[in-house]
């Protein structure tokens, strides 16, 4: 990680004017296909990611089963055309090691003792990527899931805060993931006050990392209203029915 | 695919209502589904289309590299058409390698493109024998609701047809727009026993005998052919579908041409 | 497809001396190997193809059977040594999609519905190839599958037509297809006058394909004449019998 | 790994004795196993060590060969970690291709290494944009007691000390040290429940229901953290494993720089 | 190749006929089946052979091309043999990666070519460090009947030795023939209990308990060996086997090279 | 195989100073691994070979289960640092060879129909590699077996003899066999006299090869004392129990 390249200007705005804890420009979907039990789309920056999910369905083969409950599968993947290289289509090691730590994070909000035998399929697009493509895909998978109807303890929302030319910047962008000192995504549910999904890498002390904690927490707040905004768009209808069912009730 | 079966039922409903010359979706044997689309959508591709046709959704991006060129075509350019059938789109689609289908779509989607000339493989050379344009063309299906062949083909059209050739990322002088003229839709049909009818919907494809790929030129000659599944055409089916073919890629140039 | 190269002089002939019209010399053999229940080898000009066939059997793993009728499973195969360049081992996009589309038009004349659960696999091997190796395997694979005695509603008889120097030309050679203008291999059913491959590639007007079409049509009824005639040379002890013994009752 | 399943009734027991601030063998919540280990066992390689921690053995070994760089860093060699999870090792590993554990244990470590500069990458460019040299460490596991994350850390720092350029036998040059410095250990810590502890066993591993791994260097600093399994953990949970581990590694430096 | 089983009694039948020094197929312990052969089959190779050893069938077929050196052998041409036992030959094998048998056979008669010195490799050098002759030899079975050890190696020995290089095609002067000399033929043997027998045939070698194949020079010296399956041999028996191979393989080795 | 590359000095002496008969420093260790059922560690001159094994154990997938008796599966594989050159992990052919004919080997000395549906899985790992790599690990394995418990008509000890200079040697180093005239590996059974492994490459007379045979037995015969040293160390508190036991009974 280089250090010459300027990364915060003295009014202490970043390359792309954002402040030290401000998000990208953020907009989610959900219900986006029309095969998938449910879907969500996201668009995070210049990132684009779309979700789906499939199940709960039996698992198969039949040894993947677990009698006590469902699984949950996630693939993550960069479409070819996803970023500056062109990406050879199958999985590599980065792509694994993402569908692994964001499975995880979602087995722990998704109730899978409800579906025993069961399998929860979920399929995570990258179309567009500029750093924090796992952050978006979590959040949009999780969306996903809430589309199908699969019950949860509540959704994961994910953002990543890190350190750019010496201060804790929020979500960082790819020329800061590139040129910055650290990041750290992570998977939060705001309902329960879980960390589902941390990880780090760069440099940073203690203090500093409690500031990019918080920044993160409060930013996975943030996002998590824009996920309830994108479920309240999608059953709109329903909701006014319910609403003036409720009323005459 | 998985073994994906359509009940009998089904297929007998879809039979009976294209004897009446009608379908599912109210369209006529001979229309193509509503065509929606957007160029450009995704930045780090060099040029990219999403084309929605009925509930099929495609999306295709065209990345640009040098490359070396091939030892019988040393002043050529070289295009790769990939095709990727994942689970997100259908249930039957599976994980792993490239499946038949996704491999037979992308060869027939660059049999148009490649027989038809519209892409100038020698403007793709940069140095003879040396080095020349690799076009990386990957059509990513988003969801399946039939007729692949089609909607691949006018996307990948439409985002080649917005393509910049990256040359000033390479240090190889300025960006220019991809060599491309012609719009060589494809039209496909299926049979149903004795009835042929175009753009096929999942449930129609999965109800059919056989299956009709044709490549169309601005022109209106034929720049390639794909019959496809495990029933059989007579010459009255195949010479039928050409001239509807004709006729019916007049219509759908246009559309993906206007946006209309 | 350049067209600086000329491949039809001022007689009309071919740069092999045929005519347009004209095949090239076409050998067929039946039942030319030891273990398999049906086999067939086809020398057509340069070109070298072995056909094996074993099946009807039960289909394996089980996931793949159909309750309702046997499944045709065929295997392309160019061998290392069949080009100009090695070929390496393996299956690769073309060979696969070759594989697909005979393997539909097998399906198509096999009375499939009398085997339900079973497979029946074909096995297509390219010794030398020369241009026209999908009509050649198909037109194999079709007598070593009567070889083996499966019933059919008949030969698929399979060639192809092209353009070469703007004229329609039968059954290209591998400079004609390289440097023509079109190639479209045809397979066809003679008793039935079904179309079970089609493919073109290359540019054809309506008038140009359907000469194309009829001249391949006349050509495919040539070959199912041949491959019968490999069948009687086969069997030519039992139809002596057969016949002797038809004379007598 | 293979499904592994512990009995209900010992993961109580393992909980049970937590509570109580005690562990199946007798350590603290916050005590390591024995470490020993041995480098230079590997007369092939470049570097090598040995390293059991408790029933946990690993074997590191580092080559090193030219190579061209990546295009975005012409000055700069280049690291590639591996690591095999090997039926040897365990019942419950598999052959085949690496499993999801083993490319994630290969990433962390690998993460742990690049992130804390131990490993000066400009002074393995041999000629920038052509030549630089490219270190392969491969993580070998010959037993597999639980915290391999931790185990192959330590491996692989004490290969990468001890690791020779072999520039002569390439004729560039005399050999020379690995430019390395730093020793950015890394601790993991399960979560049973509400309990954290360090250096899990196996048992203890498939009775948490979190993994946390941190990564400090020589100024206590942290490098990299990787939370795994699927439980969560709380922000207080991070912070005290933050916290121990920056104390932690200091002893843990120690005992692998002095072998004591 | 899939376990396939030869039922009990023909094991028997066939032990009891070789202790009358019989066979199936009335030849004695010692007899080879017959064997024909044809040159030149393949116009698209270098040098190919078809072979029929009973009915074992097999095509051989040799390629070239211009390739770079091995590190350790800048100033020698590179062999690569394949063998593909494809599903056409035998109900047995199975489509997909090449199994263990056909390494197995591929790389027995590699060694017996190279480890004969036949073929030249140092004329097959073009420019020292830069280019040398890669020679491909592929076996391909076309029938299996038994004793593909022999029959591949006698196949490749013929078509090396009508091997051209094609020198012209690659712009690297006149063709000019493959420098080989030496036939190195195999002997291939399998044990039933007591007994020795050259040349088994499929039923013979899934009644064998043990396989013996040696590769014996123009000179009657030993040039590869290799047992297979999993029965054992005595000293005497291997001792014996030599002995047996020395002299067929002068009966043997007339054959291939007279054709009679 | 080059001969300009002297081997035997003006003494008789190789490389290494050893004597043609005479042997590499081997030492071999039982029950070195804490998971496997059995395991083994050998140094062989420069080789550092461990073999482990598990089972007896239900084969899996059921379709390899044999009815009769167990199956014995090896993977011998070189660590990637194990050599000169990185060795890229996965299986390649050498590998796949090796495997092959050290199961058929194994096979022959355990009494494999004591255990029907069974699999036994031995995996050797070649840590470092100088020349005689499948002899030790073929060593290794026996050992391995009987530190497993598994029953064995007797263990194979293996051991390569070669020419050097024209000279029958024993257990050739890496420069030896690099730059030799032959090598050739026995897989020996004391107990038995069956020979249960044998390879040969490179140029021997019927002379050299009965002087190469003798060699290598007799080699086998003492690297199986090493072997039941091994053993015995490795039980050595049992063995002193039953002597006591005996003695009292």
Known sequence: MS???????????????????????????????GNADGSAYVEWGANKVLAAVYGPKEAQPKYLQDTAKAIVQVNYNMAAFSGDERVRPGPNRRATEISK????????????????????????????????TRCAG???ASVAIADAGIPMIGMVAACAAGKIDGHIA???????????????????????????????????????FRKAMDMAISACEQIHELQIGALRRRYAVNYADMDDGGTEQ | MKRTIIPEIKKELIYKLAQCGCREDDRSLEDFRSI??????????????????????VLVGVKLQPGEPYPDKQDQGVLMTGCELKPMAHPGFESGAPSDESVEIARVVDRGIRESGMLDMQALCIEPGKKIWMVFLDI???????????AATMASLLALHTTAVPASRFGLGEDFPLPVNLWPVTITFV??????MADPTVNEELSADARFTVSVDDNGHFRAMQKGLKGSLTYDDVVRALDMAQKMSLELRTRIQTGE
């Open chain 2, 191 to 196: 049979k149903l026993r004795d009835i042929l």
């Open chain 1, 3 to 33: 250090e010459d390249i300027v990364l915060l200007n003295s009014d202490g705005l970043r390359v792309d004017g954002r402040a030290l804890d401000e998000l990208r420009p953020i907009k989610i979907e959900a219900g986006v296909l």
């Open chain 1, 101 to 132: 730590i964001t499975a995880e994070a979602l087995e722990n909000v998704i109730l899978t003792n409800q579906f025993p035998r069961a399998s929860i399929d979920v399929y995570i697009e990258v179309l567009e990527a500029d750093a924090g």
């Open chain 1, 170 to 208: 929020l979500d960082l962008g790819k020329k800061e993931d590139n040129f910055g000192q650290a990041d750290m995504p992570l998977g939060y549910v705001p309902g329960t006050g879980e960390i589902v999904l941390l990880q780090m890498d760069g440099h940073m002390t203690m203090v500093e």
């Open chain 1, 138 to 140: 979590l959040t949009a």
């Open chain 2, 140 to 150: 990513h299906v988003i969801n399946y609701d039939g007729n692949l062949f089609d």
């Open chain 2, 36 to 57: 929606s689309f957007e160029t450009d959508v995704i930045s780090t591709a060099e040029g990219s289309a999403r084309l929605t046709l009925g509930k099929t959704d």
